[in-house]
């Protein structure tokens, strides 16, 4: 079967990084990508890794190892409004989003 | 309309009731999906369309059913709402299935 696993909640500090990984097992990899979902709202894009190594975007970086089936997203000088769900997602071999159950961020002044 | 829109925003149902869920996008997407989100689980699919005349099945299609008549437009059906379809369901777009998806706004749904 396939399966996203991520942990179901962190806990960091304002100012502080914080890394949320994601392990995958899937029938084909066509490529991963992190959403941001804050309560209540729509999940929004944040990266995308279809090769490996460290995609760079301002406070939030994701890397990407294809051979070991993780991925993790960092972000750095925590904000409160970073305080949200983290989806992780990978794109299987008939190009269908499969998607883990999220992380619940939640960030103390 | 900006983006994707969904309707309604909220909604009670009895069970046994015919419901539709509308979705519209104005960003000339190819690609359309509808997703439910239930508590504790990720976001699953439960019909895709590639392109408008074509739909396809996800994860969870039983007791749904979809159409895309026009580009624009990808409305979810519910034949015979049940309680296990009260859930979160989201509509979400791409400009084709290889690039990221935008989601609207979602439509709570509540089925007794």
């Known amino acids: 079967g396939q399966n996203i696993d991520q942990p179901t909640e962190m806990t960091a500090t304002e100012g502080a990084i914080v890394q949320i990984n994601c392990t995958y097992q899937?029938?084909?990899?066509?490529?991963l990508f992190w959403y941001q979902q804050h309560a209540g709202e729509a999940p929004t894009f944040l990266s995308y890794?279809?090769l490996d190594g460290l995609e760079e975007k301002g406070r939030f970086s994701s890397f990407l190892s294809r051979s070991k089936g993780y991925s993790y997203l960092l972000l750095k000088e925590l904000q409160m409004k970073d305080s949200a769900s983290y989806l992780c997602?990978?794109?299987?071999?008939?190009?269908?989003?499969?998607w883990g159950a999220g992380t619940k961020l939640i960030i103390k002044p | 309309i900006a983006g994707i829109t969904q309707a309604p925003t909220s909604q009670i149902l009895a069970a046994g009731r015919r419901m539709t869920l509308r979705c519209t996008q104005d960003?000339?997407?190819?690609?359309m999906y509808w997703y439910r989100q239930d508590l504790g689980l990720g976001l699953r699919l439960i019909h895709y369309?590639?392109?408008?005349?074509?739909?396809g099945k996800g994860e969870v299609p039983d007791g749904y059913s979809v159409s895309r008549a026009n580009t624009d437009d990808f409305p979810l059906t519910l034949a015979s709402a049940v309680p296990s379809q009260t859930s979160v369901y989201f509509c979400?777009?791409?400009?084709?299935?290889?690039?990221?998806?935008?989601f609207g706004p979602g439509t709570r749904l509540t089925v007794l």
């Open positions: 979400a777009s791409s400009l084709d299935s290889n690039n990221e998806q935008f």
């Open positions: 960003m000339r997407h190819n690609a």
């Open positions: 369309s590639n392109t408008a005349g074509t739909t």
């Open positions: 899937t029938s084909g990899f066509n490529g």
């Open positions: 890794n279809v």
């Open positions: 997602a990978v794109r299987d071999s008939n190009y269908q989003l499969i």
